[in-house]
C-alpha cells in the first residue's frame, strides 16, 4: 500500500516546485487515509509477527534435552543478528534507494521480501514442531485474580496438601512464599464442592497451586521489565537527535557525503559485531572458563543497561565539544567544520548495549515464563520499547517546557544549534546509571527467589514426591 501511494499521483499529494515550496499543496483526507491505514497494518503486522515468531522459535527445541537447549541459548543471539542485518540493509541500501532513485522503489523492494519470506516461513510448515495451545494466558491470569479476590477473607492453610492442586506431579509447581494473596485461590472451600460433594472445575472459582504459582512467576518478571524501559528511552533519542547532529557535521569520505540518516550503520554495525564476537569468541571462552554457556540472561541485561548509560555519558561529551564549534562560528553555521565520526563512540556503546539487553531480555521473559505464556511473555517485553518511546517523547516534552522560559531557548528546541543538548544527553546518563542501580538490587532479587526455588525443586526430585516434599 505505501509502494502503490507513492507511485499513483491520485494517493499522494503534487511534488513541490523548488521555485515556491511555501505553495505545497497538503494532502487530502482520502490519500491521508490511505497512508494511515498502510502504517496501520504494518503496526499491527509488526506486532503480531515480534511477540510470536522468537516463542516459535525456542518451541523447535527439546529443552529436555541437553544439546538442544545448549543450541537454544545460541538461538537468541543469532536471531538477532539477522534482524540486524536486516536493519542494516534498511539504512544502508534502502535509504540510498528511496533518496536517489524512488521511494515507491524502496517501500516495494519491502513488499516483495515479505512475501518471499511468507513463501519461505509455509514451506517449512511440515518440519516445524508444535505445542498445544492451553489455552489464553490472559484467561489463566484473570481466572487465579478473581478467585483469590473471591476468597479474600478466606484463611490459607499451612499444609500444601491441602491445596487445591489438578496438575500432574511431573509438571507440578511447589507453593512460594511471595504473593500469599493469590494463595487463596487454591483453598478449598465448601462453596467448591458441587453435588455429591463432587468439586467443581470452574476456574473462576478455585485454580490449582500449579496455576497460581504460574501467575506468580509472570508477576516476578515485572521489575526486570520496569527497569529496561529506560534504555529504549535513551535508544529514541540516540536514533533520532544524533541524525539531527549529523546534518550540521561534516559528513564527507573523499568526495562522497554519507546521508545524515545513514550514520546509524555504524549503530547497527555495533550490534552486528558485538553479537559475532559474543557468539564466536566470549562464549567458547567462557564455556572453557566457567562450564556455562556464556553470561546469563541477566548478566547481558545488566551489561546492556550499563554500556547504553555510558553511551550518553560519552554522547554528552560529544554535543558539548560539536557546540563549542558552533559558539566559535556561529548559530547559524549549518556546515560546521567537524566531523560527525566523532558521534561513532556513542553509537558503538549504546550498539552494543543493544545487542546485549535485547537478546538478554528475550532469553529472560522467554525462558523464566511459563511454559503456556511464552507469546504474552515475549509482548510484555516488546512493551518495553512502546513504553521506552513513549517516555522518550515525555521527557522531551517536559524538558522542553521546564526549560523554556523568559525568553531563552531551552535544551531541545525546533534548532538543534540553540539548545543545550549535553544537558540533555547529561540528564539520560544520569537517569541511566540510577536505573542500572534499581536493576542491580531488582537482579539480586530474582536470582535469590530462582535460587531457593530450583533447590526447592531438586529436593523435590530427590525425594520423589512432589506433594510431599512441596
Known amino acids: 500500500m505505501l509502494a502503490i501511494s507513492t507511485k499513483l499521483p491520485q494517493l499522494r499529494p503534487p511534488v513541490c516546485q523548488a521555485e515556491s515550496p ?55 543471539g543469532r536471531f538477532f543478528f539477522f534482524v540486524s542485518l536486516g536493519t542494516l540493509m534498511a539504512v544502508t541500501v534502502l535509504v540510498y534507494i528511496q533518496d536517489e532513485l524512488s521511494r515507491s522503489l524502496g517501500y516495494g523492494i519491502c513488499s516483495v521480501s515479505m512475501f518471499t519470506a511468507i513463501l519461505i516461513f509455509l514451506a517449512g510448515t511440515r518440519r516445524y514442531r508444535y505445542k498445544k495451545c492451553a489455552g489464553s494466558p490472559v484467561v489463566h491470569i484473570l481466572q487465579v485474580i478473581v478467585a483469590a479476590v473471591r476468597k479474600r477473607d478466606v484463611h490459607i492453610p499451612t499444609n500444601e496438601n491441602l491445596l487445591y492442586e489438578t496438575a500432574p506431579e511431573g509438571s507440578r509447581i511447589c507453593q512460594s512464599g511471595q504473593f500469599r494473596f493469590l494463595d487463596k485461590a487454591a483453598v478449598i472451600i465448601k462453596e467448591d464442592h458441587a453435588t455429591n460433594n463432587i468439586m467443581s472445575s470452574n476456574p473462576w472459582c478455585i485454580s490449582s497451586v500449579t496455576k497460581v504459582e504460574e501467575v506468580k512467576m509472570m508477576i516476578r518478571l515485572l521489575p526486570i521489565w520496569a527497569t529496561t524501559i529506560i534504555f529504549w528511552t535513551t535508544y529514541a533519542q540516540m536514533i533520532t537527535f544524533s541524525v539531527e547532529q549529523a546534518s550540521t557535521m561534516k559528513r564527507n569520505i573523499g568526495s562522497f557525503q554519507i546521508p545524515s540518516g ?25 564455556k572453557k572458563w566457567k562450564g556455562k554457556q556464556g553470561f546469563t540472561n541477566l548478566q547481558r541485561i545488566g551489561l546492556g543497561l550499563f554500556l547504553s548509560a555510558l553511551g550518553m555519558a560519552v554522547a554528552a561529551i560529544a554535543e558539548k565539544k560539536r557546540l563549542s564549534v558552533v559558539t566559535k562560528f556561529g548559530r547559524n553555521t549549518q556546515n560546521l567544520p567537524l566531523s560527525a565520526f566523532i558521534l561513532i563512540p556513542q553509537f558503538i556503546l549504546v550498539g552494543s548495549g543493544e545487542a546485549f539487553i535485547y537478546t538478554g531480555q528475550l532469553d529472560f521473559f522467554i525462558t523464566q515464563s511459563p511454559k503456556g505464556m511464552k507469546t504474552i511473555s515475549t509482548g510484555i517485553f516488546l512493551t518495553t520499547l512502546s513504553f521506552g518511546f513513549f517516555l522518550s517523547s515525555l521527557l522531551v516534552s517536559v524538558v522542553k517546557k521546564v526549560t523554556t522560559y523568559g525568553g531563552r531557548n531551552g535544551w531541545v528546541g ?17 537517569l541511566s546509571f540510577i536505573d542500572f542501580g534499581i536493576y542491580l538490587v531488582c537482579a539480586a532479587w530474582y536470582r535469590k527467589h530462582t535460587a531457593e526455588k530450583n533447590l526447592q525443586a531438586e529436593m523435590v526430585a530427590n525425594k520423589g514426591s512432589p506433594t510431599e516434599k512441596c
Do not use: H
Open 262 to 286: 545513514s550514520l546509524t550503520v555504524f549503530f547497527v554495525s555495533a550490534i552486528l559485531i558485538s553479537l559475532a564476537v559474543y557468539d564466536r569468541l566470549i562464549i567458547p571462552i567462557w
Open 22 to 76: 511555501t505553495l505545497c499543496k497538503q494532502a487530502t483526507g482520502s490519500q491521508m487515509s490511505v497512508l494511515y491505514a498502510s502504517l496501520f497494518l504494518i503496526a499491527v503486522g509488526t506486532g503480531g509477527l515480534k511477540s510470536s515468531v522468537s516463542g516459535f522459535g525456542t518451541d523447535q527445541f527439546d529443552e529436555n534435552d541437553e544439546k538442544e537447549k545448549a543450541k537454544m541459548n545460541l538461538f537468541f
Open 414 to 430: 525546533d534548532r538543534i544549534n540553540n539548545g543545550r543538548l549535553d544537558c540533555f544527553y547529561g540528564l539520560l546518563a544520569i
